[in-house]
């Protein structure tokens, strides 16, 4: 290799290193995960900043938004009545005996049974226990202090850690770390702040979120052509594709905007459409099965999902209730390696279904302001009836035969919510209304997670939740601070992801192993 | 002026006018217009172009078709694409579900293939609809068939149609190059196709509609 007179190299010497570097750098590539984990000091190891060796297998993020907010002293942070002393009878504490130990944990399960939610007339019979034993585990519980009790303000910073890293949310960062070469790294079906995009505009277009907001229908939209009756076969509708392609090749229109950045997203868009279709999404998405009049599939050309059946029984209300379907479709969209990370929550509607008529009351968790502990004890009932299905066919799904992984053993679960609840009620009060309230905690569930554990802890006297050290796990009771930051490192780290210059905080605590 | 005066007037222009209550305008002769040099092209200095979003795109589709806003698409002849299934993805808001109360302002990466989907489907409406009755014609009209082949691809009527079809969409005439490629597309279905002529109609609707130049402003 000689360089010019100038010094530098010539055109071809040029495109000749660039070969040896792309070359060098894919024989070399299986050791540089090792090189960056060689690169880890005894200090950082100490210090718990571990990073993951990058095997280039995908790991997966399962956002739940809790909207409205799940109060985690209605839960795995209960207080009983004979733990508060004189305030018991004032602050949100239950009788002893609905608060149940779970054994070997630190989570508790509450049990409620009430004839009617509020004014309405549906009885609540719930109980966490089976849950907490059969995932306890995989579980952990931080505690929390936001810095917002305005639903959609809050909703966002759940996601984002309050503008921890540049104002991206954690979908976002799962979807930068994991997501290339996926169709749609990241789909977003939740309500509110948990449906906004993150304030870093920097980062590829891939890795904001696709919203979707009829999970049942979307995967329709997923094929250019496939179920228009009378539209032409497929060999045609490249034809016509393609002439549309040359004229746009030399189109006065093209040129004069060719420098619009919508228009160059566009075609960037149309290239991965032709993608989307490639992988037949329209069919393994869907599932929805062939039931004409009212879903006439077969006679539009279509199918359901390969998976729809079993999809179908773990979810059977998912053409009518909205969380169900994106759960059906959250798992699919992590099957077929469509997404990265995904969204999913109930919304603030009214959903008729289920046993007792209704599957979501109007404004989910934040009924609470009605009747807080009926309110909380449904839609804690309703999440983790959900995650447990959810749950189930993760695990039920291979990831990698090779390993022995299943879909379950790379995925996490986050809880997230706007915020917790007041604690006070008037005397002894069994249906009363609450607020917004700084003070919670967050649910995480993974085998990546250290689990049966929980981060703070609850000071019973008051039912507030305390802090903890986000680096070793140490519980700082007395400390009320916001710790966002914390929350959101922790999601991270517990997956693995390389946060280089992120400046977020230490948070092995959350970590497993 | 006198009343018996406006009266004559008036129906001296109803008279004029060809039709009771109806203005026909002369129809305009069909022009193409040449290609122009794309080295020639100013650039637009702010490029700033804005997606149509899902009321405006299906109002353009229906009016450029001459079909109701409500039968331009529905996903298994019942759910509305525009208004319903595929509302967000062509940048619509959805308030009272998601909270969703503002458009991202940018288009999603399923919007193109939405896109698609409401041309594929207005045109294959609008065509059959067309060729079922050719009397009451709207759109395909006046172009030889025969055993579902276009009788002269490179014919007037051909050329005519493709006019049509862009003033319509486009609102502008179309270029030589246009209806060149277009009339090379007639001859690359009759090749491919079980019913070229109808799969013509389609596909040149179908280009046109989903161009970038029409779904953007």
Redesign the interface.
């Known amino acids: 290799m000689s360089l010019k007179r100038n010094g530098r190299l010539s055109r071809r010497e040029m495109l000749k290193a660039l070969s040896l570097a792309a070359a060098g750098s894919t024989t070399l590539s299986p050791f540089l995960a090792g090189c960056r984990q060689a690169q880890q000091t005894p200090e950082d190891v100490e210090r718990g900043l571990r990073r993951d060796a990058l095997d280039g297998k995908p790991r997966f993020l399962i956002v739940v938004a809790a909207a409205g907010g799940a109060s985690i002293v209605d839960s795995f942070l209960a207080v009983r009545a004979g733990e508060a002393g004189l305030n018991a009878a004032r602050l949100n504490t239950f009788p002893d005996a609905q608060v149940q130990a779970v054994a070997n944990s630190p989570f508790r399960a509450v049990r409620v049974s009430n004839p009617r939610l509020g004014s309405i007339p549906v009885p609540v019979n719930t109980d966490q226990l089976a849950f907490v034993n059969k995932y306890k585990d995989d579980m952990l519980v931080a505690t929390s202090v936001g810095t917002s009790v305005n639903h959609v303000i809050a909703q966002k910073r759940s996601i984002t850690g309050n503008a921890a890293w540049k104002g991206r949310t954690l979908q976002e960062c799962v979807a930068l770390q994991w997501g290339q070469g996926f169709a749609l790294p990241n789909v977003n079906m939740a309500v509110g702040g948990f449906g906004e995009r993150g304030t870093d505009t920097s980062m590829p277009a891939s890795v904001y979120a696709e919203t979707v907001t009829s999970p049942s229908l979307w995967p329709l939209g997923l094929d250019g052509s496939r179920g228009v009756r009378g539209a032409p076969a497929r060999a045609e509708v490249e034809l016509a594709r393609q002439a549309r392609a040359d004229l746009e090749a030399s189109s006065v229109f093209g040129a004069t905007f060719q420098d619009s950045d919508a228009l160059k997203r566009w075609n960037a868009q149309r290239a991965e459409g032709a993608r989307l279709e490639a992988q037949d999404l329209i069919t393994r998405l869907n599932v929805i099965p062939d039931l004409p009049p009212r879903v006439p599939l077969s006679q539009y050309g279509l199918a359901s999902s390969p998976d729809g059946a079993r999809v179908r029984q773990a979810f059977p209300g998912f053409f009518d209730d909205p969380f169900q379907a994106q759960a059906a479709l959250a798992f699919l969209l992590l099957k077929y390696r469509v997404s990265v990370a995904v969204t999913i929550g109930p919304d603030f509607n009214v959903t008729l279904g289920g046993a007792n008529g209704l599957a979501n009351p109007p404004l989910a968790f934040d009924f609470s302001h009605n009747d807080h502990r009926s309110g909380q004890a449904f839609m804690w009932a309703r999440l983790l009836a959900n995650l447990d299905q959810l749950i189930t066919l993760l695990k039920a799904e291979p990831f990698d035969p090779a390993t022995g992984e299943s879909l379950w053993d790379r995925t996490l679960i986050y809880v997230a919510t706007d915020f917790g609840r007041t604690r006070p009620r008037p005397d002894n009060a069994v249906e009363f209304g609450s607020g917004h309230d700084l003070n919670n905690g967050f649910l995480m569930l993974s085998p990546m997670v250290k689990g049966n554990t929980v981060l703070g802890g609850v000071e019973a006297s008051s039912t507030l939740c305390y802090g903890f050290d986000p680096r070793t796990g140490t519980p700082q009771p007395g400390k009320l601070e916001s710790n966002e930051p914390d929350i959101f490192s922790g999601v991270l780290t517990a997956m693995g992801a390389d946060l280089s210059g992120s400046g977020l905080p230490d948070a092995s605590a959350f970590k497993n192993g | 002026m006198r009343p018996e005066r406006l009266l004559a007037l008036s129906s001296l222009a109803v008279a004029l006018s060809g039709c009771p209550g109806r203005i026909i305008e002369p129809p305009v002769p069909p022009i193409v217009v040449d ?2 040099d ?1 080295g020639s ?4 200095a702010r ?5 149509k979003g899902p009321e405006r795109l299906q109002a353009d589709f229906a009016a450029a078709l001459e079909l109701q806003p409500s039968d331009v ?1 529905t ?3 019942q ?1 509305q694409c525009a208004t ?6 062509l940048g619509g808001v ?1 308030p ?5 109360y503002e458009s ?1 302002g ?9 896109i ?2 409401l041309a ?2 207005a045109c ?2 609008r065509v ?1 609809l067309d060729l079922l009755a050719p009397g009451l014609a709207q759109v395909f009209r006046g172009v030889p068939m025969s055993n579902g082949k276009l009788t002269n691809p490179e014919g007037q009527e051909v050329s005519n149609l493709i006019v049509d079809l862009t003033r319509r969409a486009l609102t502008r005439d179309p ?1 030589a ?2 209806v060149t ?2 009339v ?2 007639a001859k ?2 009759e090749a ?2 079980a019913q070229p002529a109808r ?1 013509w109609m ?3 609707c ?2 046109i509609l ?4 029409s779904v ?1 402003y």
Request: charged fraction near 20%; charge should be negative.
């Open positions: 290609t122009p794309a092209l100013a650039r637009s490029g700033n172009l804005r997606f698409c996903e298994l002849g759910y319903f299934v595929h509302n967000v993805a959805d009272y579900g998601p909270g969703l991202s940018i288009t999603a990466v399923t919007t193109p293939l939405v698609d989907r594929w489907s294959t409406k059959d270029y190059n246009e490629r277009y090379k597309l690359d279905l491919t196709s799969a389609q596909s040149v179908f280009a989903s161009s970038a130049e953007f």
